[in-house]
Structures are given as structure tokens and as C-alpha cells.
T-cell receptor
Framework: DGGITQSPKYLFRKEGQNVTLSCEQN?????MYWYRQDPGQGLRLIYY???????QKGDIAEGYSVSREKKESFPLTVTSAQKNPTAFYLC?????????????????FGSGTRLTVV | AQSVTQLDSQVPVFEEAPVELRCNYS??????LFWYVQYPNQGLQLLLK??????LVKGINGFEAEFNKSQTSFHLRKPSVHISDTAEYFC?????????????FGQGTTLQVKP
């Protein structure tokens, strides 16, 4: 079955350490997204990519970096510059919104990675 | 720019009672509308979506929502809830005419179903 796989499910980071969260999809979706979830704040967009080798900053990109070398993969690196990284991170994918009006249009989410600073 | 407001952070309700989770959005252009459910430590599962056509949308698990363009609302309803409906619910919008495709979320509503 097609879907999005996020790994690991739980991740612990030491102060000053960079960590990378994995996101892989086999849905042949063009666009991929990273969201951060904190209690009471909903989901906030970190980075998104509409095509391979191209990505844009979202609303809270500071302290994060991404790459999109393959259509299937969109890893997120949480750098030491991110001062409050403890959160639940969700990856999603979709076909681009432009020109789409069919009933199949939508977004698929991974099961998330919970990152904790220790 | 678009924004989404979920009017209730928590909604307590007794089992088998009806429930409505409220969602209002702001946008100067047409939007697509979504409701997602999230169980603890899991990803988001799509309940239903409005893209076009009938303003009453039926989704999974007995949920439905009505798109009201004049009131810019997309409230989620269920006539009789179960304990298993206890979860976090998110309303979201995206812009079909834009070229980013990103989803903009509300803050979420926690539905607490009591026996």
C-alpha cells in the first residue's frame, strides 16, 4: 500500500546536536511538507517542496534545514540553532493544488516523529 | 493570506449525544476545506473535505460538515458520538488557485466523550 513513512518514531537530542528526521513516500506525490505540532498551537509549516531540488521556507523555518534530492524523500534536519526543538513533527505529501479539482486531491500524513531534548 | 479559527479548544460531551466542532476561516480567494482527526501520538487522518459541489459533505465515522460561504464556516457535526471519537480535531484550508498547495491549520479542538 502507498503511504508516507516517518522514522524514527521517537528521537532524543542532546543540547547542541543536529538530528535528522526521515520522511519517505511511495505515492508519487510531487509536493512534500514538514509541520511542527505543539500543544494548543495546531500545526505550523516548517518547510515545503513542490519539486525535486527545490524547497521553500514555511512560517517557522529558523533552526531547520531540508533537502529534496529525490521525489520520494524529504528529510528534515533540526540544527543546534533551533532553541526549542521538543515537539511532534509531521511530514505530509500531496499533488500540487494548482489546477486540481478532482475528488482525489488531498494530503497524506505520516505517523510522526516525537523529538525530545535531553 | 488565509487563516483558520477553531472556536473551541475543548468540547466535552456525553456518549450518544450530538456534537458540533466549529471552524471559521478567512480568505480573499476560494479555498478547499478539510477536517482531520488525530489520535494520541499518531498522524492526521482525513475525515472529510470540501473541494466543490454540494455544500454538505459526508465523511468517515459518521461525521459530516457544511460549507457556508457567506459565513466563511465549515463546522463539523456528528449526531451521536462514541467513546472512540475522543481525539484532537483539526480544520484546515488550502488555496486551489495558488501554487504552493500548503495546508493552513486551526489550533485544534479536543473532543472529550464521556460515558
Amino acid at each position: 500500500d502507498g503511504g508516507i513513512t516517518q522514522s524514527p518514531k521517537y528521537l532524543f537530542r542532546k543540547e547542541g546536536q543536529n538530528v535528522t528526521l526521515s520522511c519517505e513516500q511511495n505515492l508519487n506525490h510531487d509536493a512534500m511538507y514538514w509541520y511542527r505540532q505543539d500543544p494548543g498551537q495546531g500545526l505550523r509549516l516548517i518547510y515545503y517542496s513542490q519539486i525535486v531540488n527545490d524547497f521553500q521556507k514555511g512560517d517557522i523555518a529558523e533552526g531547520y534545514s531540508v533537502s529534496r534530492e529525490k521525489k520520494e524523500s524529504f528529510p528534515l534536519t533540526v540544527t543546534s540553532a533551533q532553541k526549542n526543538p521538543t515537539a511532534f513533527y509531521l511530514c505530509a505529501s500531496s499533488t500540487p493544488a494548482l489546477g486540481r479539482s478532482g475528488t482525489d486531491y488531498g494530503y497524506t500524513f505520516g505517523s510522526g516523529t516525537r523529538l525530545t531534548v535531553v | 493570506a488565509q487563516s483558520v479559527t477553531q472556536l473551541d479548544s475543548q468540547v466535552p460531551v456525553f456518549e450518544e449525544a450530538p456534537v458540533e466542532l466549529r471552524c471559521n476561516y478567512s480568505s480573499s480567494v476560494s479555498v478547499y476545506l478539510f477536517w482531520y482527526v488525530q489520535y494520541p501520538n499518531q498522524g492526521l487522518q482525513l475525515l472529510l473535505k470540501y473541494l466543490s459541489g454540494s455544500t454538505l459533505v459526508k465523511g468517515i465515522n459518521g461525521f459530516e460538515a457544511e460549507f457556508n460561504k457567506s459565513q466563511t464556516s465549515f463546522h463539523l457535526r456528528k449526531p451521536s458520538v462514541h467513546i472512540s471519537d475522543t481525539a484532537e480535531y483539526f480544520c484546515a484550508v488550502s488555496v486551489p488557485s495558488g501554487n504552493t498547495g500548503k495546508l493552513i491549520f486551526g489550533q485544534g479542538t479536543t473532543l472529550q466523550v464521556k460515558p
